[in-house]
């Protein structure tokens, strides 16, 4: 079945990195593109942008460039998420979520990960 | 950017119907996504492509879409039902996806 494990929370001071993993299982890692997801605790979803799993090509949403980025190592299906200069305001629940497609008019989030914890807090 | 509104909350009693509602410019227009979080949980998608139901999601789960409104209709409410629900869509001009502001099912 579908799997995707994302790894556990974190503590960051401010300013400092965090880099979030998520890896797949149950299916061919390359057929599906990742997209990440932001929640704040107590508010609601936010899309931050998706990568191409076959070209790496990442695409950011705005309000999620330059401190954000996205990357993978398909050798072990598993894709990233790294944040850099962090601030208290990063702190959320941040989910990858695999991407479907069964028409042209858009794609739904089919399978999510657990979900990663990053606080950031002096 | 494009913008879905959604009621901060539905309450409803069991056995009754809850319907929940996502509204957009013209969101007829476009395939509407429903998502179920329960409380610290993932996300699940409960609804696609405005009246999919995935499998293993209860037939008690209905969807529509017309004109400015997508609905997510449940059936028969259950306690299992009480949740956070997130619409969702893909904004063709900016090729960005957009969830719904969320909407708290109390059942009461």
């Known amino acids: 079945q579908v799997q995707l494990v994302q790894s556990e929370s974190e503590v960051k001071k401010p300013g400092a990195s965090v880099k979030v993993s998520c890896k797949a299982s149950?299916?061919?890692?390359?057929?599906?593109?990742m997209n990440w997801v932001r929640q704040v605790p107590g508010q609601g979803l936010e899309w931050m942008g998706w990568i191409n799993t076959n070209t790496g090509n990442p695409t950011y949403a705005q309000g999620f460039t330059g401190r954000f980025v996205f990357s993978l190592d398909t050798s072990v299906s598993t894709a990233y998420l790294q944040i850099s200069g962090l601030k208290t305001e990063d702190t959320a629940v941040y989910y990858c979520?695999?991407?479907?497609?069964?028409?042209?008019?858009?794609?739904?989030?089919?399978?999510w990960g657990q979900g990663s914890l990053v606080t950031v807090s002096s | 950017s494009y913008v879905l509104t959604q009621p901060p909350s539905v309450s409803v009693a069991p056995g009754e119907t809850a319907r929940i509602t996502c509204g957009g410019n013209n969101i007829g227009s476009y395939s509407v996504h429903w998502y179920q979080q329960k409380a610290g949980q993932a996300p699940v998608v409960v609804m696609c492509?405005?009246?999919d139901r995935p499998s293993g999601i209860p037939e008690r789960f209905s969807g529509s879409n017309a004109g400015n409104t997508a609905t997510l209709t449940i059936s028969r409410v259950e306690a299992a039902d009480e949740a956070d629900y997130y619409c969702q869509v893909w904004d063709s001009s900016s090729d960005h996806q957009v969830f719904g502001t969320g909407t708290k099912v109390t059942v009461l």
């Open positions: 492509y405005d009246r």
């Open positions: 979520a695999r991407e479907r497609a069964e028409a042209a008019t858009g794609v739904y989030f089919d399978s």
């Open positions: 149950g299916y061919i890692f390359t057929d599906y593109a």
